[in-house]
């Protein structure tokens, strides 16, 4: 019998780099096609989730997440656990820190859509709040994009300008100044309500839409869809699933074959020309998760 591998955050912050993750996405993408299943149950604004993932030739995984947007800022609003599987025996491999792969799932999973879709010569990068989530993109983007400056924005102004302390970033006081600056917009909210406006957006830029997890959930108002070219890092996690997407396509504001492409796609996920705005969703799905997993037990295993 195999004993499992306990993975602490800190033996994967020290085994880990953001673009040799981002390569590791981009491969699990050319195996088999995962299977996957999610279950989401609520509590008014608290949410279960566990997801399972399977990929032929990598295992499999069970991640379960709690949110509960009403911890913060005392304690984190999003918790859980991590379990690998063994793709031959079926036997637990590793327990990973569930803070640990959220992390790197997350903000990895951006970073390979915006080495992909954002201009190279991207520097200026916005991001709408100021949690967890924030700080790892500011991590995440540095490595794609070096010498990258960033602003912050959040709806408590307080809250950003401790996360700008602490990264070196600046606070945005305009919000439709700030965006019209920039390069690159992350938007990383707990928003229901759409926060970034179409109207502002400059040709040429990249958005990452990370927030919005749930049915009733927007980050982007109807205009930042219709304007960009879409991407999605899986259409089976995000179309019917997230409110980003599924509420636009069931009022006919967009269809879903304007979404130009997926991960399993790769060959398809390119900008076309310097003067178009992309955007990427980013859904997260649990074979990310898994993928992330692998790469950590190979990493600090190595």
């Known amino acids: 019998m195999t004993t499992p591998k306990f993975i602490t955050y800190e033996q994967g912050e020290a085994a880990l780099n953001w673009l040799g993750l981002t390569d590791a996405l981009a491969e699990g993408h050319g195996l088999h096609k995962a299977e996957i299943e999610d279950i ?54 590793a327990f990973v820190d569930f803070h640990l792969v959220t992390k ?15 201009r190279p010569e991207s520097r200026k990068i916005l991001i709408l709040g100021a949690g967890a989530v924030s700080a790892s993109l500011i991590e995440a983007y540095s490595a794609g994009f070096p010498g990258a400056e960033f602003t912050l924005w959040n ?3 307080g809250r950003a300008a ?71 890092d899986s259409r089976d996690t995000t179309v019917g699933h997230i409110g980003e997407l599924k509420d636009p396509i069931a009022r006919g504001v967009i269809a879903e074959a304007n979404i130009v492409a997926d991960y399993y796609e790769l060959d398809a996920f390119r900008r076309e020309s310097d003067e178009e705005i992309t955007v990427a969703k980013n859904g997260g799905g649990a074979h990310l998760d898994l993928m992330t997993a692998r790469h950590i037990l190979d990493q600090v295993g190595a």
């Open 162 to 232: 401790k996360l700008a302390d602490e990264t070196g970033a600046r606070v945005a006081q305009d919000l439709e100044a700030a965006v019209g600056e920039a390069d690159i917009i992350a938007t990383a909210t707990m928003s229901t309500e759409p926060v970034l406006k179409g109207g502002w957006l400059q040709p040429g830029q990249h958005v990452d839409l990370i927030g919005a997890y749930r049915p009733d959930m927007r980050e982007a108002d109807d205009e930042v869809l219709q304007r960009a070219r879409l991407f999605v």
């Open 155 to 157: 709806r408590t102004a």
């Open 104 to 118: 790197w799932k997350t903000a990895g999973d951006s970073l390979l859509a915006a080495r992909r879709l954002a």
């Open 40 to 93: 989401f149950l609520y509590r008014g604004d608290d949410t279960l989730l566990s997801r399972a993932a399977w990929i032929d030739g990598l295992g499999s995984l069970v991640k379960t997440a709690t949110i509960f947007p009403g911890n913060a800022p005392e304690r984190p609003a999003v918790n859980g656990s991590v379990t690998l599987y063994s793709d031959t025996t079926g036997e637990a491999e």
